[in-house]
């Protein structure tokens, strides 16, 4: 079944169930957009190693079976890639818990003024601030009206962009021969359980791993760096054999 020339393709010998098949279930971004099969241990087989490794070189700067460990465990990790806008939406989220209510705009503006007087920083990085705010609002309601999110859904966090990341970072690591396959899979897991400690559902997960993706990528263009992602989400939520809707997202 394809939505919109997008196709969902699966390894026979791969995992279908359990914490394996939900670690490569929360690195379909990659996958599917790559046509590859979401469940391959390997990741793919479209390239060589040596085509992988050069890859990684260049898009990551990994160049060795230990640059490739510091950089999944990075992933993987509670640290976030992108600190500033992760700082934000951590700032709306407790902001929000203390009034038990979702919180405006305004609101929200008010506390980066105060994190920004306690913190000494200047007018320019108050505006720094309030614009990334404005920017994820932005995305937000695109997200609504494209069905990511319901309407007035938020996204809490976007540490979902990395741990997605560090799934298929994982299994990377067998294909360029940086990893045995115990290693691969054992870091795979880590990161889909790092993904059900932070999010209730697929939909929240991928919401927020498209956010992440679009903030690093898109700069609110709503170009490809949106439209691809937004396209395996679809996919993925009305799929019939789609690992979403058959494997729970809290096992």
């Keep these: 079944m394809q939505r919109n020339g997008l196709g969902l393709n699966a390894d026979p010998n791969g995992p279908f169930h359990g914490p394996l098949a939900h670690a490569y279930a929360c690195a379909v971004h990659i996958q599917v957009a790559n046509d590859a099969p979401w469940n391959h241990p390997a990741g793919c087989s479209c390239c060589s190693p040596e085509q992988k490794r ?9 160049e060795s079976p230990d640059g490739w460990r510091q950089q999944t465990e990075s992933l993987i990790s509670d640290r976030d ?7 934000l939406l951590e700032l709306r989220r407790v902001s929000s818990q203390a009034i038990q209510q979702p ?8 506390g980066i003024a105060q994190m920004c007087w306690q913190h000494g920083l200047d007018e320019a990085a108050y505006r720094q601030s309030v614009d990334l705010a404005g920017l994820i609002l932005h995305y937000e309601q695109r997200f609504a009206a494209d069905g990511l999110l319901p309407p007035g859904g938020i996204v809490p966090s976007i540490k979902a962009w990395d741990f997605g990341r560090g799934a298929n970072m994982a299994r990377w690591g067998v294909q360029c021969g940086y ?55 679809h996919l993925m939520m009305s799929h019939p054999q789609s690992p979403w809707l058959h494997l729970p997202f809290r096992i």
């Design 103 to 110: 919180i405006d705009p305004g609101v929200w503006r008010d």
């Design 179 to 233: 990893a045995d396959m115990h290693t691969s899979q054992w870091y795979a897991v880590q990161a889909s359980e790092q993904a059900r400690r932070h999010y209730a559902t697929w939909a929240d997960f991928s919401a927020a791993y498209i956010l992440g993706r679009c903030l690093h990528f898109d700069n609110g263009e709503f170009g490809h760096w949106y439209t691809a992602p937004l396209e395996v989400h």
């Design 54 to 62: 050069a890859g990684l070189r260049e898009d990551w700067g990994i």
């Design 81 to 87: 890639s992108n600190f500033p806008a992760s700082v």
